[in-house]
C-alpha cells in the first residue's frame, strides 16, 4: 500500500512516542503510586495534544519541501482528521473505564498505574491492528465497504443501547479468572498478585486491568476502520491513532470529576460513527474532501459537548 512513511519517518516517531513515555515514566513517575490532581492532567493533556500538533506541523513542512503543497495539505489535514475522530471515540472508553474502577472501589491514586499498563497494551494491540488491516485493505478493496457498514450499524447501536451500562461481574474472562484463580476480596495496594498462605492470589486490581484491556479491544474494533475512512495511509493512520492514546490517560484524569456533564456526548459519537461509515460506503462514487470531514466531525463533537453542557446546567437545580 502506497505511504509517507520513510525509515526515518517512522523512527522520528518513535523517538518522539519513546521520549514522551520516557519523561512520564522517569521524570513525572507515570507508574508509581500517585493521585493525579486536575492541574497535572490539564498540564499533560496539554503536552500531548501539542506534540500531536507539531508532529502534524513537522509533517506538513517536510512534504512541504519534498512532494508539494497539495500532498502536504492533504496529509497534514488526515492526520488531524484521523486524531481528531481517535480522540472523540475514545471518550468513550474513559467513562466505561470511570465504571470499572467504581465498580472495583479502585481509588484514583491506583488508577494511574492500571492505565499505564493498558496504554502501553494498547500502544501494541493497535498497531498490529493497524499493520494488519493496511494490509487486507490494500488486498482486498471490499473490506471498505465491510468496515463502512459495520461503523453505521455500531452507531446506530450506541444510540439504541445509550442507557444501558454493561456487567461486569457477567464479563467472560473475569468469569474465567475467578473460577480458575483464587481472587482477594479487596485491594493489596498496588499489587496484581498476593501470596495467603503459601497461595499466590490475584487482586481486584488485576481484574479491573483485564477489563481495561478489554475495553480497548472493544473500542479498537470500532475506531480503527473509522480512521481507514479518512486514510488509507499506514504512516497517517498509526501515527494519529497512537498520539491519540498516548494522550487519553490525562484525559481520563481530566475527565474522572465531570463524567456526568456529558451525558449527550454518546450520540454525537454515534452520529460521527454513522458519518464517517457512510463515507466508506459512499466513496467509489461520493469524494468527501478531508477538510470537509474535519469540519463534519468537530462540528458534530463540539454541538455534543454543547448540549452535554447545557442539559448538566438545567439538571442541577433540579438536583439541588
Same mark, same amino acid.
Given at each position: 500500500m502506497?505511504?509517507?512513511?520513510?525509515?526515518?519517518?517512522?523512527? /522520528?516517531?518513535?523517538?518522539? *512516542?519513546?521520549?514522551?513515555? =520516557?519523561?512520564?515514566?522517569?521524570?513525572?513517575?507515570?507508574?508509581h503510586?500517585? +493521585?493525579?490532581?486536575?492541574?497535572?492532567?490539564?498540564?499533560?493533556?496539554?503536552?500531548?495534544?501539542?506534540?500531536?500538533?507539531?508532529?502534524?506541523?513537522?509533517?506538513?513542512?517536510?512534504?512541504?519541501?519534498?512532494?508539494? +503543497?497539495?500532498?502536504?495539505?492533504?496529509?497534514?489535514?488526515?492526520?488531524?482528521?484521523?486524531?481528531?475522530?481517535?480522540?472523540?471515540?475514545?471518550?468513550?472508553n474513559?467513562?466505561?473505564?470511570?465504571?470499572?474502577?467504581?465498580?472495583?472501589?479502585?481509588?484514583?491514586?491506583?488508577?494511574? +498505574?492500571?492505565?499505564?499498563?493498558g496504554?502501553?497494551?494498547?500502544?501494541?494491540?493497535?498497531?498490529?491492528?493497524?499493520?494488519?488491516?493496511?494490509?487486507?485493505?490494500?488486498?482486498?478493496?471490499?473490506?471498505?465497504?465491510?468496515?463502512?457498514?459495520?461503523? *453505521?450499524?455500531?452507531?446506530?447501536?450506541?444510540?439504541?443501547? =445509550?442507557?444501558?451500562e454493561?456487567?461486569?461481574?457477567?464479563?467472560?474472562l473475569?468469569?474465567?479468572?475467578?473460577?480458575?484463580?483464587?481472587? /482477594?476480596d479487596?485491594?493489596?495496594?498496588?499489587?496484581?498478585?498476593?501470596?495467603r498462605?503459601?497461595?499466590?492470589?490475584?487482586?481486584?486490581?488485576?481484574?479491573?486491568?483485564?477489563? *481495561?484491556?478489554?475495553?480497548?479491544?472493544?473500542?479498537?474494533?470500532?475506531?480503527?476502520?473509522?480512521?481507514?475512512?479518512?486514510t488509507?495511509?499506514?504512516?497517517?493512520?498509526?501515527?494519529?491513532?497512537?498520539f491519540?492514546?498516548?494522550?487519553?490517560?490525562?484525559?481520563?484524569?481530566?475527565?474522572?470529576?465531570?463524567?456526568?456533564?456529558?451525558?449527550?456526548?454518546?450520540?454525537?459519537?454515534?452520529?460521527?460513527?454513522?458519518?464517517?461509515?457512510?463515507?466508506?460506503?459512499? =466513496?467509489?462514487?461520493?469524494?468527501?474532501?478531508v477538510?470537509?470531514?474535519?469540519?463534519?466531525?468537530?462540528?458534530?463533537?463540539?454541538?455534543?459537548?454543547?448540549?452535554?453542557?447545557?442539559?448538566?446546567?438545567?439538571?442541577?437545580?433540579?438536583?439541588?
Amino acid at each position: 500500500m502506497e505511504s509517507i512513511g520513510t525509515w526515518w519517518l517512522w523512527a /522520528t516517531f518513535g523517538a518522539i *512516542v519513546a521520549a514522551m513515555l =520516557a519523561l512520564d515514566l522517569l521524570v513525572f513517575k507515570g507508574g508509581h503510586r500517585h +493521585r493525579v490532581l486536575l492541574r497535572e492532567a490539564a498540564a499533560w493533556s496539554v503536552a500531548w495534544v501539542a506534540v500531536s500538533l507539531l508532529f502534524a506541523g513537522g509533517l506538513w513542512w517536510y512534504l512541504d519541501a519534498a512532494s508539494g +503543497r497539495a500532498v502536504a495539505n492533504e496529509k497534514a489535514l488526515a492526520f488531524v482528521t484521523g486524531y481528531l475522530v481517535e480522540k472523540s471515540l475514545a471518550v468513550d472508553n474513559v467513562f466505561v473505564w470511570m465504571m470499572i474502577f467504581g465498580y472495583f472501589a479502585v481509588p484514583l491514586e491506583l488508577q494511574r +498505574r492500571v492505565l499505564l499498563y493498558g496504554v502501553v497494551g494498547a500502544i501494541v494491540l493497535r498497531t498490529a491492528m493497524i499493520l494488519g488491516g493496511s494490509w487486507l485493505v490494500a488486498e482486498f478493496h471490499w473490506l471498505l465497504y465491510v468496515f463502512g457498514a459495520f461503523l *453505521v450499524a455500531t452507531g446506530i447501536k450506541m444510540v439504541w443501547f =445509550a442507557g444501558h451500562e454493561p456487567n461486569l461481574e457477567s464479563n467472560p474472562l473475569v468469569r474465567w479468572i475467578r473460577s480458575h484463580y483464587p481472587v /482477594t476480596d479487596s485491594l493489596e495496594g498496588e499489587r496484581f498478585f498476593v501470596v495467603r498462605d503459601g497461595v499466590r492470589m490475584a487482586t481486584p486490581l488485576l481484574l479491573a486491568l483485564v477489563l *481495561v484491556e478489554i475495553s480497548d479491544v472493544i473500542f479498537a474494533v470500532d475506531s480503527i476502520p473509522a480512521i481507514f475512512a479518512v486514510t488509507t495511509d499506514p504512516f497517517i493512520v498509526l501515527t494519529s491513532n497512537l498520539f491519540a492514546i498516548l494522550g487519553l490517560r490525562a484525559m481520563y484524569f481530566l475527565l474522572a470529576d465531570l463524567g456526568d456533564r456529558f451525558a449527550l456526548l454518546k450520540y454525537g459519537l454515534a452520529a460521527i460513527l454513522v458519518f464517517v461509515g457512510g463515507k466508506m460506503l459512499i =466513496a467509489d462514487w461520493v469524494k468527501i474532501p478531508v477538510q470537509v470531514s474535519l469540519g463534519v466531525v468537530a462540528g458534530i463533537l463540539a454541538i455534543a459537548v454543547a448540549a452535554s453542557l447545557h442539559h448538566a446546567a438545567r439538571k442541577r437545580p433540579a438536583n439541588a
